[in-house]
């Protein structure tokens, strides 16, 4: 069984997003993939891995500004 956040993050894939994690520091960039335990952010300058356990909010940038 998958994260809850799994089925949003796999519709995600390839689209601009922020990231918040659990301990207030938010990430932008394009998620380039999801695996059943976490995505990996790439912000242009370097890749992040966040486990789906360290993440507060998923929202896709591209709803908010387009």
């Given at each position: 069984m998958?994260?809850?956040l799994y089925r949003t993050a796999s519709e995600y894939i390839n689209s601009p997003v922020e990231i918040r994690d659990y301990y207030g520091e938010s990430y932008r960039g394009t998620l380039e993939y999801v695996t059943p335990d976490g995505v990996y952010l790439d912000t242009g300058s370097?890749?992040?891995?966040?486990?789906?356990l360290t993440i507060a909010s998923l929202v896709?940038?591209?709803s908010l500004f387009f």
């Open positions: 998958h994260h809850p370097d890749g992040i891995f966040f486990p789906f896709l940038l591209g």
